[in-house]
């Protein structure tokens, strides 16, 4: 089977942008591909290196929502970026051989830098570490020689890096030895926050996997809709419905959302009565996960083991890559 690899940072609990956008994603790639799941702290600290209280519980929790979510560590290997230091040695020989303007120009790089810029903290510098992003990004992916990454698209540049810095390797020392990843992206469509922007923890816009049934219910009846509709019969325009309908589209069976669009267009159904609806169905779709998640909240020691076991089974497979490359470099 081919090998795959693919990482999140480790942000804390994960939310439906992360579940809907990647993690489904991930789930059934497990039956075609010989997938390498891991939680990157390294990344997280690029940013977060100044509030380190609560990494330990966010790797946690990032991997208890995967398993929550169905990533199956029978089929998959779930793992730890810092549990692997030869990732941090390939990255030293990666970033020997990686020209400075590609890591400055990479655009993802550039927005998180201006994130920085705006946060009033300390912490506002780029660091030497955050330049180094996708050189880290890098060596995660080649450090299991693998074939291809599911990202989603906000991820796609990093990867063109990744595949320049495998050329440049296997150019400079006359190798073939390094595969040229290529992004597997997924088909789904991004599902936006509750007012409207992409789904982030930072804006405040976002559902937990976590969330109660009852904050879940409330978060949506929050969410936006039809703005020129005042009064519950006024006649709705469903495709200017900006948060409503387009849950309704990702939640809903075909002959629901016509029903809605035909009642809401009519006058015949109240924002309210229909984010109510909604709500009940966004939780009947997350409700086995929740009873899942639960259990793995609840034996937080199984969610050890199978860290631990997961990430002494790609040292293994990273000590092997390793050897190669020094051996290509011509280190002692
Ligand atoms: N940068 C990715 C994100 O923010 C996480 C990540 C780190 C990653 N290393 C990776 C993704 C390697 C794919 C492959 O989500
Ligand atoms: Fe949106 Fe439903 Fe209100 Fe129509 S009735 S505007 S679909 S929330």
Same mark, same amino acid.
């Given at each position: 089977m081919e090998r795959i690899v693919s990482g999140m940072r480790s942000t804390g609990r994960l939310h439906?942008?992360?579940?809907?956008?990647?993690?489904?994603?991930?789930?059934?790639?497990?039956?075609?591909?010989?997938?390498?799941?891991?939680?990157?702290d390294w990344h997280a600290l690029t940013t977060k290196y100044d509030n380190t209280k609560n990494l330990r519980q966010d790797v946690l929790d990032v991997v208890i929502d995967w398993l929550a979510c169905g990533i199956d560590p029978e089929? +998959?290997? %779930?793992?730890? @970026?810092?549990?692997?230091?030869?990732?941090?040695?390939?990255?030293?020989?990666? +970033?020997? %051989?990686?020209? @400075?303007n590609w890591v400055e120009r990479d655009p993802t790089l550039k927005d998180m830098a201006k994130i920085l810029r705006n946060k009033e903290s300390a912490n506002s510098q780029i660091s030497y570490g955050l330049i180094g992003y996708p050189v880290l990004m890098s060596s995660d992916i080649m450090m299991l020689n693998a074939t291809a990454v599911p990202v989603g698209v906000d991820q796609v540049a990093h990867i063109e890096i990744t595949r320049d810095i495998v050329r440049r390797f296997n150019n400079?020392?006359?190798?073939?030895?390094?595969?040229?990843?290529r992004p597997l992206l997924n088909n789904c469509s991004l599902i936006?926050?509750?007012?409207?922007?992409?789904m982030s923890k930072s804006y405040d816009n976002d559902i937990k996997i976590s969330d109660t049934e009852e904050i879940t219910a409330k978060k949506i009846m929050s969410a936006i809709t039809d703005r020129s509709r005042i009064r519950r019969d006024d006649l709705g325009h469903p495709d200017q419905c900006e948060v409503a309908f387009k849950y309704w589209k990702i939640f809903g069976d075909e002959n629901s959302v016509d029903n809605?669009?035909?009642?809401?267009?009519?006058?015949?159904?109240?924002?309210?009565?229909?984010?109510?609806?909604?709500?009940?169905?966004?939780?009947d779709r997350l409700k086995s996960i929740r009873e899942k998640r639960k259990y793995y909240e609840a034996h937080s020691d199984e969610v050890h083991s199978i860290i631990a076991k997961g990430s002494e089974k790609?040292?293994?497979?990273?000590?092997?890559?390793?050897?190669?490359v020094r051996n290509i470099i011509g280190m002692y």
């Open positions: 439906l942008g992360h579940y809907l956008g990647v993690i489904q994603n991930w789930v059934e790639l497990q039956n075609k591909y010989d997938c390498y799941y891991f939680v990157a089929k +998959s290997t %779930i793992y730890v @970026q810092s549990l692997i230091p030869e990732i941090a040695e390939l990255n030293i020989y990666l +970033s020997m %051989i990686t020209p @400075q400079l020392y006359k190798t073939d030895f390094f595969n040229e990843p936006c926050g509750l007012d409207g922007n992409k809605v669009r035909y009642e809401c267009e009519k006058g015949l159904r109240g924002c309210a009565d229909c984010k109510r609806q909604l709500g009940v169905l966004v939780n790609t040292r293994i497979e990273a000590k092997k890559v390793l050897d190669n």
